[in-house]
C-alpha cells in the first residue's frame, strides 16, 4: 500500500473543550515520510509558550498527558531554547482518528492555538472536513506492523490485550454504573473511511455534570457546553436532543482509542479487546505496541513496561 496525503489545503475553527480558547487549524498536504506534524502558529498564547511556533510531531514519544484527553508537547528546549515552558497541542485524537480512518499518511496541521477544537464533541465534522481535502496516494510504501505474541496490559478492573491478527480489529467494553451507560461492548473490523463515518465518528465525548466544578478547579472542560459534550446527571442525558445511538459512549471510546493508535504512524494488524479503556491506558498500548514493533523481545516480557499509575479521571 502506498503513502497518502490531502489534496488540498483546508481550514477549520472552534472552540477547544479545556481551553475554551478559539482556535483555527488548517491541514496541508505534506512530503511522503513526513508523518502527521502539528504546528503551532503565533505562540503568544499563555499555554503554547513564548517564540514564533513550534511543530510536534504525533509519535508515541510526544504524548505529554493523558488526562481526559491526548496532549502532546515538545520538551522544553528540545524544539528552541532551553528553559522555554513545555509546549503542547491538546486534545488531538478525535482529529487524529479521522487521519488514520482515512488512510492519510502525511499531513501538516497548523494550529492558532494550543488545542484541537472540540467542533460538536464527536469526530463527525473532521470527517467532512477531511473528504473536502480530498486524499491523493503518494510514492513512498505505508509501514504496516504485525506482532508476534499477545501483549497484555493491566490496571485493577482496566485491561487491553493484543492479539496477532490479520487486519485491524478493535473490541470495547465499557462498565459504568449509571442507568444510561451501563454495560456497553462494541467491535470494528475493516476500518475505513466509511465504517469510521457510518459507525463511530457521531458519537460524542461525554461528561457528569457532578465533575464539572472539579474539572473546572482544574482548569479542564473551560470550553465544555452542552451543544459539545454528552452530559449526564446521577439518572439522565441532559441533552435535550438524547443520544446519537444507545451505545453512543462506548462507539466514543473507540474514537478516542483510534485517535491515540494514530501516534503509532504505522497500522498494526492486531486484534485489540478493551476492557474499562481510557487514554492513560490507551497510551500505555501504544508504547507496548511501539516496544513491541522496535524490540519483539521487550515487549513479551511485561515486566519490562514500566507501571505506570491510573485514575478514576482516566477517560
Ligand atoms: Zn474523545
Known amino acids: 500500500m502506498q503513502q497518502s496525503t490531502i489534496v488540498r489545503r483546508v481550514a477549520c475553527q472552534g472552540i477547544g473543550l479545556h481551553s475554551g480558547e478559539e482556535v483555527e487549524i488548517t491541514l496541508s498536504p505534506a512530503a511522503p515520510g513526513s508523518g502527521i506534524v502539528f504546528v503551532a502558529l503565533g505562540c503568544d498564547h499563555r499555554d503554547a509558550g513564548g517564540g514564533s511556533g513550534f511543530e510536534i510531531s504525533a509519535c508515541v514519544d510526544a504524548i505529554h498527558s493523558s488526562s481526559r484527553a491526548t496532549t502532546l508537547a515538545v520538551a522544553s528546549g528540545a524544539n528552541g531554547n532551553e528553559g522555554d515552558p513545555v509546549r503542547q497541542i491538546a486534545t488531538v485524537e478525535h482529529l487524529l482518528a479521522t487521519i488514520f480512518a482515512f488512510e492519510i499518511d502525511n499531513v501538516r ?54 492479539d496477532p491478527a490479520d487486519e485491524l480489529r478493535i473490541s470495547y467494553e465499557i462498565d459504568f454504573d449509571h442507568p444510561c451507560i451501563g454495560r456497553q461492548s462494541f467491535e470494528v473490523t475493516g476500518l475505513d473511511e466509511k465504517v469510521f463515518e457510518e459507525e463511530l465518528a457521531a458519537a460524542r465525548t461525554f461528561g457528569f455534570a457532578h465533575e464539572v466544578e472539579a474539572l473546572h478547579r482544574a482548569g479542564l472542560a473551560l470550553g465544555g ?51 474499562r479503556g481510557g487514554h492513560r491506558l490507551h497510551h500505555r498500548m501504544v508504547e507496548a505496541l511501539m516496544a513491541s514493533r522496535e524490540s519483539p523481545s521487550i515487549a513479551r516480557n511485561p515486566r519490562a513496561l514500566a507501571p505506570t499509575s491510573t485514575s478514576a479521571s482516566d477517560r
Open 109 to 162: 496541521i497548523e494550529v492558532s492555538g494550543s488545542e484541537i477544537p472540540a467542533m460538536d464533541g464527536s469526530a463527525s465534522p473532521f470527517v467532512d472536513w477531511l473528504r473536502s481535502a480530498g486524499r491523493i496516494a503518494q510514492t513512498a510504501t505505508r509501514d504496516e506492523f504485525s506482532i508476534d505474541a499477545p501483549i497484555v496490559i493491566r490496571d485493577g478492573e482496566r485491561s487491553i490485550r493484543i
Open 225 to 275: 457546553r452542552i451543544e459539545n459534550t454528552v452530559v449526564l446527571d446521577d439518572e439522565k442525558v441532559l441533552n435535550a436532543e438524547g443520544l446519537r445511538w444507545p451505545d453512543e459512549f462506548v462507539r466514543h471510546k473507540i474514537v478516542d482509542l483510534i485517535g491515540d493508535l494514530a501516534l503509532l504512524g504505522a497500522r498494526p494488524k492486531a486484534h485489540i479487546q478493551v476492557v
